[in-house]
């Protein structure tokens, strides 16, 4: 039952740091919660092992969850290839980040209860990735989306982390009645939620149709395209990204665990687990490549001109993931888990470096306000530069890479090989490899080249994280340069089809890893040229000629407006969405609740029977004969109804 520990020891560490608190302390919470999620990453690297590299897929059943009729659902760990490759990436960054929170919130006042929330996090997410059905995948679904919230709000004094969070949690509604939607879907189709039952079929419901919204639709294109939907707020796609920028009021450990290697991932993973839904559904892989494309490059153009640190790294999540989504919508599905697994040391590995910068100058995150770090800071200014060369793909062909090297490439050479929009999403995801190299060496010079710009005070007493923090940097720094060229074969090249197994299904009739490998040469150059210029240009911008980047904002002062506030976003669905629903919840409250409901109900109520009573109380004079006289014309009544009753 080595899964079961593995995927409830989180749990139990979070129930005992956060109900057991004041009898653990600080250090008691931090010691539970720690040591249970690195046992779990020791257990995920040997599962990984033996279920991955021997070949030893199962599914484990621990009990009956739901029964009605003759619905059953069972809580059943499904442990794939798939599975196993999303244990080692949660519980490894989870762990790291585990670690290095005991060094980085060491001031903070309620380290118990962020340490139990971190464990609860892990726990719904190793729930997501062993679900063996679509309910059981829908509970650590929106477990992680509370969790997140509970993280992103940790600072709850603060209004913008309150404004964050709840952000978060409203924009990721909107794609979980999608998701929601697209499990009613897949049930009304297949007549289950079981994913062997619903993936075994999948073939067979190709050409089927039902009505939906009064029109027939194809079954599967409208499922996977609800589905979709579900992961596009999951995964800050376009369109449903802006809680993304926002959640970094959270802590840097926050950012790095979320929106780093795991629940800014669940949606590449769902849309992987569902390889054989989506494979039969072309023209919603059309739809998928198509806005993974435009997010890599829009999110990258932001990213360009952002002046918080872990804002930029951010908007380069958001563009990596566009680049996961459109290798998904080629049906690259393998190059796309290769890209998450690698993205999750590296993106992890600059977030936590960012907050290694951010704990050495007392809080600041603000770029414009640092600058000469790197010799207050070298080990955090080796590790960053380790960071943004996997993040920019830069490598040797034939000789090394940085793990970013092997997986962006498999995507952009995936991409043009099929041709289409893939061709679209190949030159948009060129584009925006240019603009991370460029923003990424923005990142490393604003930092720790040139003179330090913000509080003296601050400069004076900049310092090396303590080890505590820097031992798990280390970490994902080896994932950063290994990982790439050591899980190379494994994942895109020529071992895959055993490490994979059933766990992933390609488009019927056409390979696109296979049909990457024989694209022309200059396809494969590509990426590593953009990024190479990237970085030229940003060194000539930022280290030769520092007027430069003033002059070209002034010069196209109308698109950096644009760009440097996100496309007006955030403005347009406050115009489209949030103001309107604030004046109708105004009319309904003043005129209806309280014009009409309460004027006419409640309050009319009351107020006549306050009436009424100030009319009786005047009868209350406390003279005897006024009673007397009250009682007289009482008797009269009476006696005059009781004769007329008679008669």
């Given at each position: 039952?080595?899964?079961?520990?593995?995927?409830?020891?989180?749990?139990?560490?979070?129930?005992?740091?956060?109900?057991?608190?004041?009898?653990?302390?600080?250090?008691?919470?931090?010691?539970?919660?720690?040591?249970?999620?690195?046992?779990?990453?020791?257990?995920?690297?040997?599962?990984?092992?033996?279920?991955?590299?021997?070949?030893?897929?199962?599914?484990?059943?621990?009990?009956?969850?739901?029964?009605?009729?003759?619905?059953?659902?069972?809580?059943?760990?499904?442990?794939?290839?798939?599975?196993?490759?999303?244990?080692?990436?949660?519980?490894?960054?989870?762990?790291?980040?585990?670690?290095?929170?005991?060094?980085?919130?060491?001031?903070?006042?309620?380290?118990?209860?962020?340490?139990?929330?971190?464990?609860?996090?892990?726990?719904?997410?190793?729930?997501?990735?062993?679900?063996?059905?679509?309910?059981?995948?829908?509970?650590?679904?929106?477990?992680?989306?509370?969790?997140?919230?509970?993280?992103?709000?940790?600072?709850?004094?603060?209004?913008?982390?309150?404004?964050?969070?709840?952000?978060?949690?409203?924009?990721?509604?909107?794609?979980?009645?999608?998701?929601?939607?697209?499990?009613?879907?897949?049930?009304?189709?297949?007549?289950?939620?079981?994913?062997?039952?619903?993936?075994?079929?999948?073939?067979?419901?190709?050409?089927?149709?039902?009505?939906?919204?009064?029109?027939?639709?194809?079954?599967?294109?409208?499922?996977?395209?609800?589905?979709?939907?579900?992961?596009?707020?999951?995964?800050?796609?376009?369109?449903?990204?802006t809680w993304l920028p926002d959640a970094?009021?959270?802590?840097?450990?926050?950012?790095?665990?979320?929106?780093?290697?795991?629940?800014?991932?669940?949606?590449?993973?769902?849309?992987?687990?569902?390889?054989?839904?989506?494979?039969?559904?072309?023209?919603?892989?059309?739809?998928?490549?198509?806005?993974?494309?435009?997010?890599?490059?829009?999110?990258?153009?932001?990213?360009?001109?952002?002046?918080?640190?872990?804002?930029?790294?951010?908007?380069?999540?958001?563009?990596?993931?566009?680049y996961m989504f459109f290798a998904i919508?080629?049906?690259?599905?393998?190059?796309?888990?290769?890209?998450?697994?690698?993205?999750?040391?590296?993106?992890?590995?600059l977030f936590l470096g960012a907050g290694?910068?951010?704990?050495?100058?007392?809080?600041?995150?603000?770029?414009?306000?640092?600058?000469?770090?790197?010799?207050?800071?070298?080990?955090?200014?080796?590790?960053?530069?380790?960071?943004?060369?996997?993040?920019?793909?830069?490598?040797?062909?034939?000789?090394?890479?940085?793990?970013?090297?092997?997986?962006?490439?498999?995507?952009?050479?995936?991409?043009?090989?099929?041709?289409?929009?893939?061709?679209?999403?190949?030159?948009?995801?060129?584009?925006?490899?240019?603009?991370?190299?460029?923003?990424?060496?923005?990142?490393?010079?604003?930092?720790?080249?040139?003179?330090?710009?913000?509080?003296?005070?601050?400069?004076?007493?900049?310092?090396?994280?303590?080890?505590?923090?820097?031992?798990?940097?280390?970490?994902?720094?080896?994932?950063?340069?290994?990982?790439?060229?050591?899980?190379?074969?494994?994942?895109?090249?020529?071992?895959?089809?055993?490490?994979?197994?059933?766990?992933?299904?390609?488009?019927?009739?056409?390979?696109?890893?296979?049909?990457?490998?024989?694209?022309?040469?200059?396809?494969?150059?590509?990426?590593?040229?953009?990024?190479?210029?990237?970085?030229?240009?940003?060194?000539?911008?930022?280290?030769?000629?520092?007027?430069?980047?003033?002059?070209?904002?002034?010069?196209?002062?109308?698109?950096?407006?644009?760009?440097?506030?996100?496309?007006?976003?955030?403005?347009?669905?406050?115009?489209?969405?949030?103001?309107?629903?604030?004046?109708?919840?105004?009319?309904?409250?003043?005129?209806?609740?309280?014009?009409?409901?309460?004027?006419?109900?409640?309050?009319?109520?009351?107020?006549?029977?306050?009436?009424?009573?100030?009319?009786?109380?005047?009868?209350?004079?406390?003279?005897?004969?006024?009673?007397?006289?009250?009682?007289?014309?009482?008797?009269?009544?009476?006696?005059?109804?009781?004769?007329?009753?008679?008669?």
């Amino acid at each position: 039952m080595l899964e079961a520990i593995c995927i409830f020891l989180p749990l139990l560490a979070a129930a005992i740091a956060g109900l057991g608190n004041r009898r653990l302390g600080d250090r008691g919470a931090q010691l539970v919660t720690c040591g249970a999620v690195i046992l779990s990453a020791v257990i995920a690297v040997y599962l990984f092992v033996d279920v991955a590299l021997a070949h030893h897929p199962r599914t484990v059943r621990l009990f009956n969850w739901i029964s009605s009729g003759d619905f059953r659902v069972d809580w059943a760990l499904r442990v794939d290839t798939l599975t196993a490759v999303m244990l080692v990436v949660v519980t490894v960054v989870s762990a790291c980040v585990h670690v290095y929170s005991v060094g980085y919130m060491s001031h903070d006042h309620s380290k118990p209860r962020f340490m139990a929330y971190l464990s609860l996090f892990t726990f719904m997410m190793l729930s997501l990735v062993t679900a063996d059905n679509f309910l059981q995948l829908f509970f650590g679904w929106e477990g992680v989306g509370l969790a997140s919230y509970l993280l992103i709000g940790f600072w709850f004094h603060k209004d913008s982390a309150n404004n964050a969070s709840i952000k978060a949690f409203l924009v990721n509604r909107v794609g979980d009645m999608g998701f929601a939607l697209g499990i009613m879907a897949v049930f009304a189709i297949f007549g289950s939620v079981e994913f062997s039952t619903v993936f075994d079929a999948a073939a067979s419901k190709s050409g089927a149709t039902f009505n939906f919204l009064g029109y027939s639709t194809p079954a599967l294109t409208t499922a996977c395209l609800l589905l979709f939907i579900g992961a596009m707020g999951k995964s800050a796609q376009l369109g449903l990204h802006t809680w993304l920028p926002d959640a970094m009021e959270g802590p840097t450990p926050v950012s790095a665990l979320i929106h780093a290697a795991t629940m800014v991932t669940a949606g590449v993973f769902m849309l992987c687990r569902c390889s054989p839904l989506f494979s039969q559904a072309p023209d919603a892989l059309a739809v998928v490549c198509v806005m993974g494309g435009l997010t890599a490059f829009v999110a990258a153009t932001i990213g360009l001109t952002q002046w918080d640190i872990k804002r930029v790294i951010a908007y380069s999540t958001m563009s990596q993931l566009g680049y996961m989504f459109f290798a998904i919508g080629v049906g690259a599905y393998s190059a796309a888990m290769f890209h998450l697994m690698t993205h999750a040391f590296f993106k992890a590995l600059l977030f936590l470096g960012a907050g290694s910068v951010i704990h050495a100058i007392d809080g600041e995150q603000d770029m414009r306000n640092m600058g000469g770090l790197r010799g207050a800071i070298p080990k955090t200014h080796a590790l960053m530069w380790i960071g943004s060369l996997a993040l920019a793909g830069i490598g040797v062909p034939g000789i090394y890479g940085f793990a970013g090297f092997y997986s962006k490439d498999a995507i952009l050479e995936a991409s043009w090989a099929a041709g289409g929009v893939g061709q679209t999403a190949f030159w948009l995801g060129i584009a925006a490899a240019l603009f991370t190299a460029f923003y990424s060496w923005r990142l490393i010079y604003l930092t720790f080249y040139g003179k330090f710009r913000g509080d003296h005070h601050a400069m004076e007493h900049a310092h090396e994280s303590p080890p505590v923090m820097l031992i798990p940097l280390y970490v994902l720094a080896a994932g950063a340069l290994l990982a790439g060229i050591g899980a190379y074969e494994w994942f895109v090249g020529h071992d895959r089809a055993a490490f994979w197994g059933a766990s992933i299904v390609t488009p019927p009739g056409h390979d696109p890893i296979e049909a990457a490998h024989h694209v022309p040469h200059w396809v494969g150059l590509a990426p590593l040229a953009v990024g190479l210029l990237g970085i030229a240009l940003a060194s000539w911008f930022y280290l030769k000629r520092t007027d430069l980047p003033k002059k070209v904002a002034t010069a196209f002062s109308g698109v950096y407006v644009l760009v440097f506030n996100k496309y007006y976003f955030d403005e347009l669905y406050d115009a489209v969405f949030v103001r309107p629903a604030v004046w109708f919840g105004r009319l309904f409250w003043q005129r209806g609740d309280q014009g009409i409901i309460d004027a006419y109900g409640p309050d009319a109520i009351a107020s006549n029977s306050r009436r009424f009573a100030g009319f009786v109380s005047k009868l209350q004079t406390g003279y005897l004969y006024q009673y007397a006289f009250v009682m007289l014309i009482g008797v009269v009544l009476f006696t005059t109804w009781f004769l007329w009753r008679g008669h």
